[in-house]
């Protein structure tokens, strides 16, 4: 019964919009709005799709949805830089799934980690830099294999010898690039000393969770060996069929569900522990330690912001906003060069964030909406670096607005006059000459 209401509101609204001159991607919002109103009631009790199941969306504070920028975006201004789709050129093709981070070894060998655990590197080759992967040829060898999770931002320590690695199933873990030998790091935040660790209970299991650190996602190191690194939120990711962890359904399901638990931790290789830097994140991202070291900056992608933590100084121990209103899901923020730093947006904007503010059960709809797979047939791609200056002005922009070249950008890396570009869903990273787009 209820997919007979659904077809019939779906079916009118299309007609409507149809009638209303609409194209064919407004006519599938429509249809997806209506949907979302008929299953709200419905789905409410039900709670949210796996691995999300037996939880319920919760309330979120006004605060957060006045945070959201207008849709549809202006891609105007400082934004109307198109020289990313005529000037990147597509890696690899085919062979790297979902490497969100390219890292440049201190001998230039290019290392990716793909959605599936497995690491790649790239030497450049005699044919130069025309040739097909950019002026970069795969390795032969088989590609390392670290194990089940997700592996997502990185960074080659001690020399190019080993990589560490935030991984949204194991948590923070260092690799050896010679024997493959994998070590956690850090999966929970540290106990305070003498306080022993109390047995699973029902009054203990919450603070146990608190603790937890289920899902890793970027890391930056300070020049004395500390380790800053994000962890999303407190729910898991699930498996996709195709065998990876599925940290964008993750990312859209907490989306759905409202909670701020994203942290930014810190972790000190001499003591082994692990603190909480920030907390109370609608999904903590990218990190990255200031050029002075005095402050991190950390992308709260549902937040569509930059925020600066200052580590030292007279606003030690507090966070403030760098840049907002960001045209697009922010994902990524590594430094640049020339003391400003790129902000990777993972996604445009989309017409659902209409309907986030309309309350819980409002969002339990659309949650089962985008587990469906329905909504993925209408997003839109795009690619887009923003460069933000140490006082968070947009410096500049580099876009692709239809995806054809580049899409999904997740993290950049600058390395001898060049831009890297990870790429979070496609079969293929990036690269673009800072001299072809004035940079």
């Known amino acids: 019964m209820m997919i007979l209401q659904i077809d019939a509101f779906g079916k009118l609204s299309t007609t409507v919009a149809m009638a209303a001159g609409f194209g064919r991607a407004a006519v599938l919002w429509v249809t997806v709005i209506a949907v979302v109103w008929q299953l709200q009631q419905q789905l409410a009790p039900v709670g ?4 999300y199941s037996g939880e319920s969306a919760v309330p979120v504070p006004p605060t957060s949805f006045s945070r ?6 202006n891609l105007t ?5 198109r020289l990313l789709k005529r000037h990147a050129t597509r890696m690899f093709k085919g062979k790297v799934h979902g490497a969100e981070s390219v890292a440049v070894a201190p001998d230039g060998t290019l290392i ?7 690491i790649h590197t790239a030497s450049t080759t005699t044919e130069g830099a025309s040739a097909v992967g950019g002026g970069y040829t795969l390795s032969a060898a088989a590609p390392l294999y670290i194990g089940p999770g997700r592996p997502l931002g990185f960074h080659i320590v001690d020399n190019g010898s080993a990589v560490v690695v935030c991984d949204s199933l194991k948590g923070l873990t260092r690799v050896e690039l010679r024997t493959g030998t994998v070590t956690v790091l850090s999966n929970r935040v540290s106990r305070a000393p003498n306080v022993p660790h109390a047995p699973a209970s029902a009054s203990t299991d919450a603070n146990n969770r608190k603790a937890e650190i289920n899902y890793a996602n970027d890391l930056d190191v300070a020049k004395d060996g500390t380790i800053y690194f994000t962890s999303s939120t407190a729910g898991t990711v699930a498996r996709h069929p195709l065998g990876f962890s599925d940290t964008l359904r993750s990312f859209l399901l907490n989306m759905c569900k409202g909670d701020h638990t994203g942290r930014v931790l810190q972790y000190t290789p001499s003591t082994g522990k692990t603190v909480v830097v920030m907390d109370g994140l609608w999904y903590a991202n990218g990190v990255a330690v200031a050029h002075d070291e ?11 912001r930059v925020l600066q933590h200052h580590l030292s100084g007279p606003l030690a121990g507090t966070t403030t906003t760098l840049v907002d209103k960001l045209p697009g899901f922010p994902d990524g923020i590594t430094r640049s060069s020339d003391g400003h730093y790129y902000v990777s947006l993972v996604a445009p904007l989309s017409p659902l964030l209409k309907l986030l503010p309309l309350g819980e059960s409002v969002r339990t709809a659309v949650s089962w909406i985008l587990a469906s797979g329905l909504a993925a047939r209408v997003v839109k791609r795009f690619g887009c670096i923003v460069k933000v200056s140490p006082t968070g002005q947009i410096v500049s922009t580099l876009m692709d607005p239809t995806g054809r070249r580049v899409y999904t950008v997740s993290a950049v890396t600058e390395h001898n006059g060049r831009l890297f570009l990870g790429n979070l869903n496609g079969d293929f990273v990036s690269t673009v000459k800072l001299a072809d787009v004035g940079w």
């Open 68 to 73: 959201f920028p207008t849709f549809p975006a």
């Open 294 to 304: 005095r402050s991190l900056l950390v992308v709260e992608t549902m937040g569509f």
């Open 77 to 81: 201004g400082p934004f109307g830089n």
């Open 48 to 51: 949210l799709p796996h691995p």
């Open 112 to 118: 990716m980690i793909d959605r599936f655990g497995y």
